[in-house]
């Protein structure tokens, strides 16, 4: 079987949960794509830390441009986070005819038209469906599933941590405490200024915005509020009126003209964004031909982030193997039960129906 071998870029909480996916669940997209996933070099900032998942030290590297440049390496995944030195890694990859697979929202809001451009005229794969909404699947379905549609209005929860922040302070915690929670969850950003002033929203709606309506912003171009300006009293009035704080990201066409912008709003506890708890991030999309589609999932985090970058994975092996999908093979023959009355019964009830 062919193999695809990975050049990792950062081991932090993104990183390492790639690493730990791909020993876990390796054989298994080995199976389904048909090439089996090879981590050959890791780079890191600082060699000597002490890390999470265990690597093979032979792999790890703080000579970031040695695994760029490493012709043996065929995709680079970066998870290193900023607009640079990233960009230069990416640039670099793609120049060489390595496959790009990012979870990087910095460097594609500011950076990924042109990290687009590169990676079309050389042939090759530029993913990043784990910079926006971790685990959801978001990008795929601006560029492909909405392609026909004409989107008319985005509303979206798409910072895990502000979300989580604002779910604990409901319960009473303070600001403080519950970042730090966030923090050592591995759901804020390596800056979590970022998170806290809404400017890592920005940069996901800037993504989004380009996919969804043509239109150049970036996180500098949307104005942004975070949930720094959120106090406890905001909070509990929210709550006795019946609502939730969210920190919302909204993009909307009307008449020939985008409005944009990411704020804290109280929203009505029946609307399905103020449902959302936790690190849960939610996309409402409503477009002329799909009507409305509502998202939801783990929206930070490492484990779910490697969800999408293994999905991005496997497109680069479809992609080098001439765009054919990857045959399925039936590996496990899984005996097929039918739900009995009785059980049925039991699911209708806790289904609620
Ligand atoms: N955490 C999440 O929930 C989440 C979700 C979706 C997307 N993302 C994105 O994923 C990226 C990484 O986030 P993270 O949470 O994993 O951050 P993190 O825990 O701070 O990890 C960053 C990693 O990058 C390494 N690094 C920094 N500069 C480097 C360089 N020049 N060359 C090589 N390695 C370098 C660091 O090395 P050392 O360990 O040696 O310091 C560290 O291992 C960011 O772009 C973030 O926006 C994060």
Avoid: C
Wanted: hydrophobic share 45%.
């Amino acid at each position: 079987m062919p193999t695809v071998k990975i050049g990792l870029l950062g081991l932090g909480h993104v990183g390492s949960a790639v690493a730990d996916a791909l020993r876990v669940n390796g054989n298994h997209f080995a199976v389904r794509t048909g090439a089996i996933p090879i981590i050959t070099r890791v780079a890191v900032k600082h060699l000597h830390k002490p890390r999470r998942v265990t690597v093979d030290p032979d792999l790890l590297t703080d000579d970031t441009w040695r695994v760029v440049r490493d012709p043996s390496v065929d995709v680079i995944v970066e998870a290193i986070g900023g607009v640079e030195p990233a960009a230069s890694y990416l640039t670099e990859a793609l120049s060489r005819g390595k496959h790009v697979v990012t979870a990087n929202k910095q460097v594609v809001s500011a950076r990924g038209n042109e990290l687009t451009q590169l990676a079309g005229a050389v042939g090759r794969v530029f993913a990043y469906e784990a910079s926006v909404g971790a685990a959801l699947p978001v990008i795929r379905v601006f560029k492909s599933h909405l392609v026909g549609d004409r989107v008319t209005e985005i509303t979206a929860v798409i910072n895990g941590t502000s979300n989580f922040i604002l779910s604990q302070m409901e319960l009473g915690r303070p600001f403080a405490t519950a970042l730090a929670e966030a923090q050592a969850r591995g759901l804020a950003e390596p800056d979590p200024a970022d998170d806290v002033t809404g400017r890592d929203a920005a940069a996901k709606l800037a993504i989004l915005i380009r996919l969804a309506f043509d239109a150049a912003a970036t996180a500098q171009t949307i104005v942004h509020r975070g949930i720094d300006t959120v106090s406890p009293e905001d909070v509990a009035r929210a709550r006795s009126d019946g609502k939730r704080i969210r920190l919302l990201a909204v993009a909307r066409r009307t008449n020939g003209t985008l409005a944009a912008g990411v704020f804290p709003a109280s929203v009505p506890r029946e609307h399905p964004l103020a449902q959302l708890d936790d690190e849960e991030n939610g996309l409402l999309v409503r477009s002329d031909l799909a009507g409305e589609l509502f998202i939801r999932g783990r929206g930070a985090g490492g484990v779910p982030t490697s969800s999408a970058i293994l999905g991005d994975l496997a497109s680069t092996v479809n992609s080098t193997s001439n765009g054919s999908p990857a045959v399925l093979k039936e590996v496990e023959i899984l005996p097929l039960l039918t739900f009995d009355r009785e059980q049925a019964a039991a699911y209708a009830e806790v289904d609620g129906r």
